[in-house]
């Protein structure tokens, strides 16, 4: 394999090197196969190793390639296609809800949160863990915010803690008459918790789905869903759900 030197182009260095990856990519590796490591990698394209590692953040900001520890960087396989979110007129935990409850505590949210569900400053909310796997793989984790005001019958008696006491918040949370959802995506950086459910490393890049419900004109509850962005690919159909697609990159409708 010999060196290639990269032409002079207008775009920054790290993004012309990024196709030319992209090409070594399609011909020269299968999916699952281990990089080269950087200084071989910078070497063989003549490229300084910072150049190098923007280029692979970008791949992997794309789906390309995926980075584990103990492994390294490897072919990331095709998006999995997966169903995200619940469908209009439902609450979290309805029927034909994917997302396996794993925990619920008492904490108090983040900022953002609070203000969304208008709550008091270091008033505890009921937090439900969630996560969500496909094809054997962690694909998604989620928090689910809810006041106490959504679940006043909630019994601390009989489902203390842990996957129990999460599937008693998203019983009661079904007793309220729903009255719509509405949702927000951004790209954000995988917090360590985050990183950890999803087989990820911290700072790997995720799609984060925010969605608030609805019931007596206020928000009832807010779910903080976070996305594999080398995984999962997002696109918004006629009901306003969420869907991911296998093969390749179609235009969002």
């Not at 003549?46 to 995926?66: K, Y």
């Not at 980075?67 to 390294?72: D, E, K, L, S």
């Not at 396996?100 to 008492?106: L, M, R, V």
């Not at 985050?194 to 009832?220: N, Q, Y």
Request: with cysteine; hydrophobic share 40%; proline share 8%.
């Amino acid at each position: 394999m010999g060196t290639t030197q990269l032409e002079t182009a207008p775009e920054p260095k790290y993004w012309h090197l990024k196709t030319v990856l992209t090409e070594a990519l399609d011909s020269e590796f299968a999916v699952g196969e281990i990089l080269p490591n950087e200084r071989d990698l910078a070497a063989r394209f003549g490229v300084a190793r910072a150049t190098l590692r923007q280029a692979l953040e970008q791949l992997e900001l794309e789906g390309r390639l995926q980075r584990r520890r103990g492994v390294g960087t490897t072919v990331a396989p095709p998006r999995m296609g997966v169903a995200v979110g619940s469908a209009q007129g439902t609450w979290p935990g309805a029927v034909g809800d994917a997302w396996q409850p794993a925990d619920c505590t008492p904490a108090v949210p983040p900022a953002d949160v609070a203000r969304m569900l208008a709550s008091l400053p270091d008033e505890s909310v009921q937090v439900v863990r969630r996560t969500r796997v496909s094809h054997g793989q962690p694909v998604a984790a989620e928090l689910l915010y809810v006041p106490m005001s959504s679940v006043p019958e909630l019994s601390a008696i009989d489902a203390p803690s842990g996957p129990a006491r999460a599937r008693a918040v998203l019983r009661e949370l079904q007793r309220l008459g729903f009255e719509g959802q509405d949702r927000a995506v951004e790209l954000g950086s995988a917090r360590a918790d985050d990183a950890k459910a999803l087989d990820r490393l911290p700072g790997a890049p995720v799609l984060v789905v925010t969605t608030r419900f609805f019931s007596e004109g206020r928000t009832a509850a807010v779910s903080v869903a976070t996305y594999r962005a080398d995984t999962c690919r997002l696109t918004f159909g006629d009901e306003g759900g969420v869907e991911i697609h296998h093969g390749p990159e179609r235009r969002a409708s």
